[in-house]
């Protein structure tokens, strides 16, 4: 009998304990892991500001919009590894798991991998809201946890 095949949709956090005990399962393999990475979402200005206005309030929208224009003149601070994609990277790595990370998990070349792993079964843990065309690639679908 072949055993249980697993992918895993992931935004991090929470998601690295649970891949890493997917891992562990007896009859179990884990395919592959997609890592969603916090990426910059590209609204127009008038959203953006009308976002910050009801999340913010009035000043506090003008305090971010101040941040952010100015760190565009600040020099940048080097970029730091995201411990959440490093350990995932490694729980794949050493099951021999299909890897990627990325900022949209429904990029044409992502659904295309995944799609190759034939999974039985997917797990969704802490992502963005996902698409029929990426939580049904699995045989049996997908769950979210």
Not at 39 to 66: C, F, I, Q
Request: overall charge positive; charged content about 20%; glycine content about 8%.
């Amino acid at each position: 009998m072949s055993n249980f095949r697993v992918t895993c949709f992931t935004g991090g956090g929470y998601g690295v304990d649970v891949a890493r005990r997917i891992a562990l399962l007896p009859g179990v393999s884990f395919v592959g892991i997609a890592y969603q990475h916090p990426g910059h979402h590209d609204r127009p200005l008038r959203e953006r500001w009308s976002r910050n206005m009801k999340y913010r309030g009035v000043l506090g929208a003008a305090a971010h919009a101040t941040r952010q224009l100015a760190s565009r003149f600040l020099p940048r601070r080097p970029a730091v590894p995201d411990p959440d994609e490093h350990a995932l990277r490694e729980i794949a790595e050493s099951i021999g798991a299909y890897f990627v990370s990325t900022s949209d998990l429904h990029d044409p070349a992502v659904l295309h991998a995944f799609a190759a792993t034939r999974a039985d079964l997917g797990v969704v843990i802490g992502t963005t809201i996902l698409q029929p065309a990426l939580y049904e690639l699995p045989r049996l679908g997908s769950i979210n946890l």
